[in-house]
């Protein structure tokens, strides 16, 4: 387990205004309460609550990967009306302190879903 620090910096704070994910036309996820996760250079992520997640459309995943600084991630597959994107979404059951404001959150790969909007 690596600590964010001056040299890697991670940021969760709360999002200002709501966040939606779609994907196949279909809103998969929508929260008030969505975090936005800075790490380093990357772009930010947006993480949303699960109970705030249609899970009919999550489809858990036997892929798993491991950061230094947050953790092993869990990852699910969406699937809306017959569309499939594998291993779209990740999530952390027993994040690193250093983050443990994720946890059971979810989070979207852009390229895998149609939109992850702040509104």
């Not at 009919?56 to 009306?81: I, N």
Request: hydrophobic letters at 40%; proline letters at 9%; a neutral charge.
């Amino acid at each position: 387990m690596l600590a964010p620090g001056p040299d890697h910096p991670i940021t969760v704070t709360k999002s200002p205004r709501p966040v939606r994910v779609l994907f196949n036309g279909t809103i998969v996820a929508e929260s008030t309460n969505a975090l936005k996760l800075q790490e380093a250079d990357y772009r930010p992520v947006f993480y949303l609550p699960r109970e705030d997640a249609r899970l009919e459309h999550f489809m858990h995943s036997d892929h798993s990967s491991r950061c230094p600084y947050k953790g092993r991630a869990a990852y699910f597959s969406l699937v809306v009306t017959g569309k499939r994107s594998e291993n779209a979404a990740w999530t952390y059951e027993a994040p690193f302190p250093a983050v443990e404001a994720i946890k059971d959150f979810l989070a979207f790969y852009p390229f895998k879903v149609d939109a992850i909007e702040e509104f």
